[in-house]
T-cell receptor, first 115, second 114 residues
Framework: AQTVTQSQPEMSVQEAETVTLSCTYD???????LFWYKQPPSRQMILVIR??????QNATENRFSVNFQKAAKSFSLKISDSQLGDAAMYFC????????????FGQGTRLTINP | NAGVMQNPRHLVRRRGQEARLRCSPM?????VYWYRQLPEEGLKFMVY????????ESGMPKERFSAEFPKEGPSILRIQQVVRGDSAAYFC????????????FGPGTRLTVT
């Protein structure tokens, strides 16, 4: 079974600075998808960014980018120019490309933005 | 374009009562997933349904929990004889038939068992 591990329960960063959230996963599959979701205090789950494992190029969405290291099974999220609205829980998630459609989530990292 | 809708947003039940949680997927979506989030934890998969079919229920507790997604109407997650340990946030997500990679989440239902 696949597992996702986020080793940083909490992180903090100064407004306008850059922060990197870590995620590692375990799988024997070669094709899969990885996601970062944001959960603000409203509890709504918001998709931040998505990466297909077969793509070598790292995904980027505005101030959010990932560092995908397939051999190391690592998938970190970099937030540039941090804003107060970025404060939230961030969850890393895995999904198989075939078969099981479910998302497997990590435990989450609580990100605090200091003004 | 309405997103995934869940109701109620908050539900309080006494031990032993039944809880019914509803999820209306986005328009045009035929796949529904239910996840549970215990306090201070990540989301855990419970069940995956398509219209009138349970596709994967590997995350559902063996007793007291059931789910359905009828041909007409919302998907229902039903918890019978609730216990305090059922207190959690329950999230529904939906995806379109031909692009199941993209799961869109509803706002969740927070269940409190007293």
């Amino acid at each position: 079974a696949q597992t996702v591990t986020q080793s940083q329960p909490e992180m903090s960063v100064q407004e306008a600075e850059t922060v990197t959230l870590s995620c590692t996963y375990d799988t024997s599959e070669s094709d899969y998808y990885l996601f970062w979701y944001k959960q603000p205090p409203s509890r709504q789950m918001i998709l931040v960014i998505r990466q297909e494992a077969y793509k070598q190029q790292n995904a980027t969405e505005n101030r959010f980018s990932v560092n995908f290291q397939k051999a190391a099974k690592s998938f970190s999220l970099k937030i540039s120019d941090s804003q107060l609205g970025d404060a939230a829980m961030y969850f890393c998630a895995y999904r198989s490309a075939e078969g099981a459609q479910k998302l497997v989530f990590g435990q989450g990292t609580r990100l605090t933005i200091n003004p | 374009n309405a997103g995934v809708m869940q109701n109620p947003r908050h539900l309080v039940r006494r031990r032993g009562q039944e809880a019914r949680l509803r999820c209306s997927p986005m328009k045009g979506h035929s796949h529904v997933y239910w996840y549970r989030q215990l306090p201070e934890e990540g989301l855990k998969f419970m069940v995956y349904l398509q219209k009138e079919n349970i596709i994967d229920e590997s995350g559902m507790p063996k007793e007291r929990f059931s789910a359905e997604f009828p041909k007409e109407g919302p998907s229902i997650l039903r918890i019978q004889q609730v216990v305090r340990g059922d207190s959690a946030a329950y999230f529904c997500a939906s995806s379109p038939r031909y692009r199941p990679t993209e799961q869109y989440f509803g706002p969740g239902t927070r269940l409190t068992v007293t």
